[in-house]
Nanobody, 128 residues
Framework: QLQLVESGGGLVQPGGSLRLSCAAS????????IGWFRQAPGKEREGVSC????????NYADSVKGRFTISRDNAKNTVYLQIDSLKPEDTAIYYC?????????????????????WGQGTQVTVSS
Protein backbone atom coordinates (compact mmCIF):
# COMPACT_ATOMS: atom_id res chain seq x y z
CA GLN A 1 0.00 0.00 0.00
CA LEU A 2 1.39 3.36 -1.04
CA GLN A 3 1.38 5.78 1.84
CA LEU A 4 2.81 9.10 2.96
CA VAL A 5 2.90 9.83 6.67
CA GLU A 6 3.62 13.22 8.16
CA SER A 7 4.84 13.66 11.71
CA GLY A 8 6.50 16.21 13.95
CA GLY A 9 3.67 18.63 14.45
CA GLY A 10 2.63 19.96 17.83
CA LEU A 11 1.96 22.96 20.01
CA VAL A 12 4.77 25.49 20.10
CA GLN A 13 5.18 29.04 21.32
CA PRO A 14 5.76 31.91 18.90
CA GLY A 15 9.39 32.03 17.91
CA GLY A 16 9.80 28.31 18.40
CA SER A 17 10.81 25.61 15.96
CA LEU A 18 9.57 22.29 14.69
CA ARG A 19 10.83 19.74 12.21
CA LEU A 20 8.16 18.01 10.20
CA SER A 21 8.85 14.70 8.52
CA CYS A 22 7.20 13.10 5.53
CA ALA A 23 7.93 9.39 5.30
CA ALA A 24 6.93 7.12 2.46
CA SER A 25 6.00 3.48 2.65
CA UNK A 26 5.28 1.12 -0.21
CA UNK A 27 7.31 3.18 -2.67
CA UNK A 28 10.48 5.24 -2.84
CA UNK A 29 10.51 9.02 -2.96
CA UNK A 30 13.57 9.21 -5.22
CA UNK A 31 11.58 9.79 -8.39
CA UNK A 32 9.24 12.38 -6.95
CA UNK A 33 9.29 16.05 -6.30
CA ILE A 34 7.79 16.58 -2.86
CA GLY A 35 5.68 19.49 -1.76
CA TRP A 36 4.54 20.71 1.61
CA PHE A 37 1.16 22.38 1.86
CA ARG A 38 -0.88 23.72 4.73
CA GLN A 39 -4.49 24.50 5.46
CA ALA A 40 -5.57 26.80 8.24
CA PRO A 41 -9.12 26.76 9.61
CA GLY A 42 -11.47 28.51 7.22
CA LYS A 43 -8.80 29.01 4.60
CA GLU A 44 -7.86 27.31 1.37
CA ARG A 45 -4.93 24.95 1.26
CA GLU A 46 -1.76 26.73 0.19
CA GLY A 47 1.63 25.66 -1.02
CA VAL A 48 4.47 26.16 1.44
CA SER A 49 7.56 24.61 -0.09
CA CYS A 50 8.77 21.96 -2.49
CA UNK A 51 11.95 20.12 -3.39
CA UNK A 52 12.89 18.47 -6.66
CA UNK A 53 13.52 14.74 -6.84
CA UNK A 54 17.28 15.28 -7.10
CA UNK A 55 17.19 17.74 -4.20
CA UNK A 56 18.83 20.43 -6.25
CA UNK A 57 15.89 22.80 -6.51
CA UNK A 58 13.66 24.19 -3.81
CA ASN A 59 10.87 26.73 -3.73
CA TYR A 60 9.14 28.55 -0.91
CA ALA A 61 6.06 30.65 -0.45
CA ASP A 62 6.92 34.28 0.22
CA SER A 63 5.34 34.04 3.66
CA VAL A 64 7.82 31.41 4.83
CA LYS A 65 11.04 32.35 3.05
CA GLY A 66 13.92 32.60 5.46
CA ARG A 67 12.06 30.66 8.16
CA PHE A 68 11.29 27.30 6.55
CA THR A 69 13.85 24.90 5.10
CA ILE A 70 12.96 21.83 3.08
CA SER A 71 15.36 18.93 2.66
CA ARG A 72 15.28 15.29 1.70
CA ASP A 73 17.11 12.15 2.67
CA ASN A 74 16.41 9.59 -0.03
CA ALA A 75 18.30 6.93 1.90
CA LYS A 76 15.72 7.30 4.67
CA ASN A 77 12.89 7.77 2.18
CA THR A 78 11.94 10.93 4.04
CA VAL A 79 11.51 14.62 3.34
CA TYR A 80 11.79 17.20 6.10
CA LEU A 81 10.46 20.67 6.68
CA GLN A 82 12.39 22.63 9.29
CA ILE A 83 10.21 25.44 10.60
CA ASP A 84 11.86 28.22 12.59
CA SER A 85 10.64 31.52 14.02
CA LEU A 86 7.11 30.21 14.12
CA LYS A 87 4.26 32.71 14.06
CA PRO A 88 0.63 32.27 15.09
CA GLU A 89 -0.34 32.56 11.43
CA ASP A 90 1.64 29.38 10.73
CA THR A 91 -1.02 27.44 12.61
CA ALA A 92 -2.45 24.88 10.20
CA ILE A 93 -2.53 21.26 9.21
CA TYR A 94 0.58 20.54 7.19
CA TYR A 95 0.49 18.00 4.37
CA CYS A 96 3.14 16.52 2.13
CA UNK A 97 2.48 15.25 -1.35
CA UNK A 98 4.30 13.75 -4.34
CA UNK A 99 4.56 15.12 -7.85
CA UNK A 100 5.63 12.82 -10.67
CA UNK A 101 4.80 15.24 -13.44
CA UNK A 102 7.87 17.42 -13.30
CA UNK A 103 11.47 16.98 -14.36
CA UNK A 104 13.94 15.61 -11.79
CA UNK A 105 15.53 19.04 -11.35
CA UNK A 106 12.32 21.02 -10.85
CA UNK A 107 9.40 21.54 -8.47
CA UNK A 108 6.57 23.98 -8.06
CA UNK A 109 3.89 24.69 -5.48
CA UNK A 110 1.81 26.86 -7.78
CA UNK A 111 -0.43 24.07 -9.10
CA UNK A 112 -1.65 21.57 -6.52
CA UNK A 113 -3.38 19.46 -9.12
CA UNK A 114 -0.10 17.92 -10.25
CA UNK A 115 0.41 16.36 -6.82
CA UNK A 116 -1.02 12.86 -6.58
CA UNK A 117 -0.24 11.07 -3.33
CA TRP A 118 -1.06 12.99 -0.15
CA GLY A 119 -0.48 12.27 3.50
CA GLN A 120 -3.04 12.65 6.24
CA GLY A 121 -1.46 15.78 7.66
CA THR A 122 0.10 16.86 10.93
CA GLN A 123 -1.23 19.68 13.08
CA VAL A 124 0.99 22.65 13.88
CA THR A 125 -0.34 25.08 16.46
CA VAL A 126 1.55 28.23 17.37
CA SER A 127 0.25 29.86 20.51
CA SER A 128 1.48 31.37 23.74
Amino acid sequence: QLQLVESGGGLVQPGGSLRLSCAASGFTLDDYAIGWFRQAPGKEREGVSCISSNGGSTNYADSVKGRFTISRDNAKNTVYLQIDSLKPEDTAIYYCATDRSVAYYYCSIKIQGTYDYWGQGTQVTVSS
